[in-house]
Every structure is written in structure tokens, then in C-alpha cells.
């Protein structure tokens, strides 16, 4: 079965700092992996994912994610972060035969002015 | 159009009542999903539609009943819900069964 873990409930961060939201997966094979961001009361937004090809994936608004095969992690992270960066960030997991994508926990992340 | 709707954005329903949550999509994509939301937590699957087809039911009780009348529309209907349904209800779609666009939700309340 797919699993993907956020160890973490809560991130804060100072704006202006760089930002690290941890994802690790457990999965057989070779998974398709995603970051999602929802505000409040809003649907989700699609950030970014990982297929295939380079380990560092750029997403929207200046997101990016690093995959490592060895570590079975997906971490999301921001070279600085924003106030209105402030939100609960799903890393998710899916195979491309299933249409079923398992999603995370959810962490929220604060970024402090 | 790059964007999921869904209709109405607030419901609020009695445990008698019958009701329909509305998903619309015009971006050609021809998997479309619904998930139930509760407060602070990730959303859990509870249909998928490939080709107009039901494909996924994550063995959800029968007061919820999924359709999809075209590769545009999705619907669900509710029947005789409980208070604990209560919940975010959230549409997406997907062209190529991985990545999915998500709609803003339909916020149901069951008295």
C-alpha cells in the first residue's frame, strides 16, 4: 500500500527565511509525487510534482522540491518565504496505473512578518 | 477555462432533506473526483469518474449517490445524511489520472 507521511503539524518561519516542509513516502515501485497547497476555506492548489528526470523540481510561486530516492523523501522548500505563503501545504503520492493519490497529513505553515 | 466550479458554495440540509452539490469542469480533462473534507485534515477519496465512468467507490454509504452526466458535470446527491457528514465537498478533475485541479468546495452543514 502507498503511504506518505508530514512528520510535521506546524512549520513557522520568519519571512524572509528560507522554508522546509518534510515529506517522506512509502511506496513500492516508482511513485508520482505532489505538492498541494490549500488556504483557508478554499479548494486545493496544485504546486508542483515529480515523475521523472531531475531529482529538483521547480513549482509555482517560487516553490521547489527536492526528491531523493535513497531517503524515500519529497521535501518542499522556498528559498524565502512569504507572509501569504502562510497556509496547510498536502504532499500526496500516486501511481500512474491507479488513479487513487494518497495525500499526507497536511502541515501548516505560519511565516511570521 | 482552467478552472473547476462547484455549486453552491454553503448548504445547509436536515437529516430529511435531499440535496445536489454541482461540478463543473471545461478544460477536456476526463477523470473527475470527489472528496470529503473534515476540518484540518487531508481529504479522503470518495468516487472517481474516468470516461463518465464510476472507476473508484471507497466504499461510501449509500445516502451519498455520485453522477456523472456528462464529461463535464459531476454531481452528488444526498439523501438522509447524517450531522457527521458534515463537511468540505470537494470536486476535481484530472487529464491524465495524476495531476488534479481542485474546485473552491461546497461547505455542507446537516442539522
Known amino acids: 500500500a502507498q503511504s506518505v507521511a508530514q512528520p510535521e503539524d506546524q512549520v513557522n518561519v520568519a519571512e524572509g527565511n528560507p522554508l522546509t516542509v518534510k515529506c517522506t513516502y512509502s511506496v513500492s515501485g516508482n511513485p508520482y509525487l505532489f505538492w498541494y497547497v490549500q488556504y483557508p476555506n478554499r479548494g486545493l492548489q496544485f504546486l508542483l510534482k515529480?515523475?521523472?528526470?531531475?531529482?529538483l523540481v521547480k513549482g509555482s510561486y517560487g516553490f521547489e522540491a527536492e526528491f531523493n530516492k535513497s531517503q524515500t523523501s519529497f521535501h518542499l522548500k522556498k528559498p524565502s518565504a512569504l507572509v501569504s505563503d502562510s497556509a496547510l501545504y498536502f504532499c500526496a503520492v500516486a501511481f500512474r496505473s491507479y488513479q487513487k493519490v494518497t495525500f499526507g497529513t497536511g502541515t501548516k505553515l505560519q511565516v511570521i512578518p | 477555462d482552467t478552472e473547476v466550479t462547484q455549486t453552491p458554495k454553503h448548504l445547509v440540509m436536515g437529516m430529511t432533506n435531499k440535496k445536489s452539490l454541482k461540478c463543473e469542469q471545461h478544460?477536456?480533462?476526463?477523470?473527475m473526483y470527489w472528496y470529503k473534507q473534515k476540518a484540518k485534515k487531508p481529504p479522503e477519496l470518495m468516487f472517481v469518474y474516468s470516461y463518465e465512468k464510476l472507476s473508484i467507490n471507497e466504499s461510501v454509504p449509500s445516502r451519498f449517490s455520485p453522477e456523472c452526466p456528462n464529461s463535464s458535470l459531476l454531481n452528488l446527491h444526498l439523501h438522509a445524511l447524517q450531522p457527521e457528514d458534515s463537511a468540505l465537498y470537494l470536486c476535481?478533475?484530472?487529464?491524465?489520472?495524476?495531476?488534479?485541479?481542485f474546485g473552491p468546495g461546497t461547505r455542507l452543514l446537516v442539522l
Open positions: 478544460m477536456g480533462h476526463r477523470a
Open positions: 476535481a478533475s484530472s487529464r491524465d489520472l495524476e495531476t488534479q485541479y
Open positions: 515529480y515523475i521523472t528526470g531531475d531529482n
